[in-house]
């Protein structure tokens, strides 16, 4: 039986480097379907079902950030957003709308490929020590099936991206232990600690864990703040601890 080939799903209004992508791509063992504007992306991503999508901000008929609003709708495909460089509210902007990370234009396809195998690795990868044998975790009223990678508030299903559930997985596996954020973007997101990222890809994606979990996502009970060093989990208490 042949081995499943993820798809990945280009968007960008430039078919020049839709065609670099999709030659380069492909050439690493990926399958490539290509979308010149947001309209075509959005029809293309419900024909294909890919397994990631890289979106290029500004396009026509329909922008980066509209697909990703979309997007988000109805999946938790992992998104990687290509930003202009030096535009940091684009960036803030895509990652605050459901993106799992960003590729600044231009860009090396050498780094584009090395995030998109970080992101569909840390997608992908499954069990952290610190996690019950069983892989349910219970606080209060959250429940974190590790095994299915699905979070329940009060039995109702929160839906998370991959990215989301991977930094909430990391967290809980040593809750009650501060992580700085170089060290949750070198765990999740894999970035080696010699590159320089905007830090505040963790900021957002943790206010958008907060505003799914909390009950009061400013005043927050579960996900804390450790100041001047960066996020923890509240210390789970064990039944044999009580």
Not at 175 to 201: C, K, M, N
Not at 204 to 212: N, P, T, W
Request: hydrophobic share 40%; glycine share 6%; net charge negative.
């Amino acid at each position: 039986m042949e081995n499943h080939k993820e798809t990945i799903l280009v968007v960008d209004d430039e078919a020049s480097i839709r065609r670099i992508l999709e030659t380069r791509l492909s050439m690493i063992g990926y399958d490539v379907v290509t979308a010149a504007d947001g309209e075509e992306a959005l029809e293309t991503f419900r024909e294909t079902c890919p397994d990631l999508v890289v979106l290029d901000v500004m396009m026509p008929k329909l922008d980066g950030y509209g697909v990703c609003q979309e997007l988000r709708k109805e999946s938790d495909v992992p998104i990687i957003m290509l930003t202009a460089l030096g535009d940091v509210a684009d960036r803030i902007t895509g990652l605050e709308l459901g993106a799992d990370d960003y590729v600044v234009k231009p860009f090396s396809p050498k780094e584009l490929e090395a995030r998109i195998r970080s992101v569909l690795r840390r997608v992908d990868k499954n069990g952290l020590n610190g996690i019950p044998s069983s892989g349910v975790i219970q606080i209060a009223t959250i429940k974190i099936d590790t095994n299915k990678r699905q979070v329940y508030k009060c039995d109702e299903r929160i839906r998370l991206t991959g990215m989301e559930f991977s930094l909430l997985e990391l967290l809980v596996s040593r809750s009650g232990e501060a992580f700085s954020r170089s060290e949750i973007l070198q765990e999740v997101w894999g970035y080696t600690p010699e590159r320089h990222v905007d830090t505040r890809v963790v900021d957002v994606h943790i206010s958008r864990l907060r505003a799914k979990l909390e009950e009061d996502p400013s005043n927050p009970e579960l996900i804390l703040t450790a100041r001047g060093t960066g996020y923890l989990f509240q210390r789970i208490i064990e039944p044999d601890e009580i």
